[in-house]
T-cell receptor
């Protein structure tokens, strides 16, 4: 089954404790991206990757890092999480930029 | 950079009513347009998309949308809604001319509630 898989689905952590949210897709898509969803703000892009070893900032990249060492994986790293990063995070992949995006199930992160 | 405006943040309708959700975008170049739906507690799913051709596109679950280039609009419609259509709806745009490397730009969403 074609899918985008994120883990974990729920995470509560403390300020400053590094964490990684994993994202994996099995569709051989070139393009992957991370979004955060906040009430009243819709989805905002954090980072994107057009292919292996090619990543770039989206609209709200501060406080986040990503890597793309393999085509299928695109982890999101929070080196020092802060409470304003409490949000619902979605990973997405698409065949190429401009194509339909397929979304993961989401990760609800709470930073206390 | 593009921006997407969804006119209604909350819409409440009764079952069998007709639905139209407005979406306008700001970019003047070639665009790809999408409507996504997010059911409670779930991820985003594609309802329909427009890349080129017939400006009236049909999607899943009886939804359709019309691209009006002169109005920079891509409104979503459904002639008769059901209780199961209760969800959040997002309009999104992508710059198709230069490869759209910066991905999808989303509107802030419309929360649709259908009352039985």
């Amino acid at each position: 089954e074609a899918q985008v898989t994120q883990n974990p689905r729920y995470l509560i952590t403390v300020t400053g404790k590094k964490l990684t949210v994993t994202c994996s897709q099995n569709m051989n898509h070139e393009y992957m991206s991370w979004y955060r969803q906040d009430p009243g703000l819709g989805l905002r892009q954090i980072y994107y990757s057009m292919n292996v070893e090619v990543t770039d900032k989206g609209d709200v990249p501060e406080g986040y890092k990503v890597s793309r060492k393999e085509k299928r994986n695109f982890p999101l790293i929070l080196e020092s999480p802060s409470p304003n990063q409490t949000s619902l995070y979605f990973c997405a992949s698409s065949f190429q930029t401009g194509s339909e995006a397929f979304f993961g199930q989401g990760t609800r992160l709470t930073v206390v | 950079a593009q921006s997407v405006s969804q006119h209604n943040h909350h819409v409440i309708l009764s079952e069998a009513a007709s639905l139209e959700l407005g979406c306008n975008y700001s970019y003047g170049g070639t665009v790809n347009l999408f409507w996504y739906v997010q059911y409670p507690g779930q991820h985003l799913q594609l309802l329909l998309k427009y890349f080129s051709g017939d400006p009236l596109v049909k999607g899943i679950k009886g939804f359709e949308a019309e691209f009006i280039k002169s109005k920079f609009s891509f409104n979503l419609r459904k002639p008769s809604v059901q209780w199961s259509d209760t969800a959040e709806y997002f309009c999104a745009v992508n710059d198709a001319s230069g490869g759209g490397a910066d991905g999808l730009t989303f509107g802030k969403g419309t929360h649709l509630i259908i009352q039985p």
